[in-house]
């Protein structure tokens, strides 16, 4: 740190956000990992974890985020935990630092930010949704499905992370019902054969989730869909119901700032992590609608904290 501005600071703290801070701490440049308050990332939501390379055994989706955080702390990475609410962008090349904001009332000044906020899984917007996550609605059918052992779920969506879903379903549950809300599927022509062709598969169309029962006893027991053509009404027995209808990154404090595509997700150079602006660089999910895994998310955090070193080091900051 010169006069009080940080090399870099690392919003975020998914594998990516922990993966650029090893590699920054490792090269000396003192970072500052702003966690969030509820830190480690998606990963959390999980359990097992068996496509990580390096555990043939599987590991915990919060141990391996716990075993990154102590990795970075090693190095001597700062970790705080509390939610970044705005950025007014520097100018580094003019020696005018970023400003970083924190909801818990902290500024920070740098001279770099590599952005690993990631992104959240979109949900119905349903109270009863909201009350029954984790008791029978998930979002996440590789972490959960194996719950649902010979018994029926739905899968909400028409996309490929849809499609996906109800496919690796059908290893555990006896039927699975993908409710989507149109008569066409957006997902790709292959997902949308492989799942045609599932015989555990099955379709309602033109309809979505209206309310989902039981909250008042803590667990998923019926769905009520609704027909958005009639207007009907039917209940349907469920033991589950995953929502798979798209992430949203988590970029809103960035807006106006740097270039998003029209979800939301941060532009990169082809190839690199760099972004629109010059000093800020952009590392996982919040930039990767397409790949979206553990391992190449900590991949680009590796590749921000490499092009963020050779920036600092191209404009004089650091030797
Ligand atoms: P997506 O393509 O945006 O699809 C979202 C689906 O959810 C759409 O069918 C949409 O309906 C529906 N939906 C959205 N909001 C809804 C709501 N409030 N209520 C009910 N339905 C709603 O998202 P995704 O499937 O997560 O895919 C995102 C990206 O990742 C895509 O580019 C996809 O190709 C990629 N991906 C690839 C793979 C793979 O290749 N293996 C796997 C997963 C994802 P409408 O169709 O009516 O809009």
């Not at 391996?64 to 700062?78: I, N, S, T, V």
């Not at 404090?253 to 150079?269: A, C, P, S, T």
């Not at 991949?299 to 900051?317: K, T, V």
């Amino acid at each position: 740190m010169q006069d009080g501005v940080r090399n870099v600071v690392i919003i975020g703290s998914g594998p990516a956000g922990y993966t650029a801070a090893i590699y920054t701490a490792r090269a000396l440049l003192h970072p500052l990992v702003i966690a969030g308050v509820l830190p480690g990332g998606q990963l959390m939501l999980t359990t097992e974890v068996e496509n990580f390379p390096g555990f043939p055994d599987g590991v915990l989706g919060p141990e391996l985020m716990e075993l990154m955080k102590r990795q970075a702390e090693k190095f001597g990475a700062e970790i705080i935990y509390e939610n970044v609410v705005d950025i007014t962008l520097g100018n580094p090349l003019e020696r005018v630092p970023f400003k970083i904001k924190t909801d818990g009332g902290k500024e920070f000044l740098s001279w770099s930010v590599i952005i690993a906020t990631g992104a959240s899984a979109k949900t119905l917007g349903l109270e009863s949704e909201k009350k029954l996550v984790g008791r029978g609605v998930s979002t996440c059918a590789t972490c959960d499905g194996a719950f649902y052992k010979n018994k029926r779920v739905i899968v909400v969506g028409g996309g490929d992370s849809a499609m996906e879903e109800a496919t690796f379903l059908t290893r555990f549950a006896s039927e699975v019902i993908v409710v989507h809300r149109r008569d066409k599927l957006r997902a790709s022509k292959i997902m949308q054969e492989r799942a045609f062709k599932n015989p555990k598969i099955k379709f309602i169309w033109n309809s979505v989730v209206h309310d989902i029962l039981d909250p008042a006893k803590g667990k998923v027991e019926k769905v009520i869909l609704k027909n958005v053509q009639t207007g009907s009404l039917t209940e349907m027995p469920i033991d589950g119901i995953f929502v798979a209808i798209g992430h949203k990154p988590n970029t809103e404090f960035l807006v106006g700032k740097i270039e998003m595509d029209e979800q939301g997700y941060i532009k990169v150079q082809n190839g690199s992590t760099r972004t629109s602006y010059p000093g800020i660089f952009a590392a996982g999910d919040v930039h990767d609608s397409k790949y979206r895994q553990a391992i190449t998310a900590a991949g680009s955090g590796c590749m921000a904290a490499l092009d963020c070193q050779r920036f600092l080091e191209s404009i004089g900051l650091v030797d």
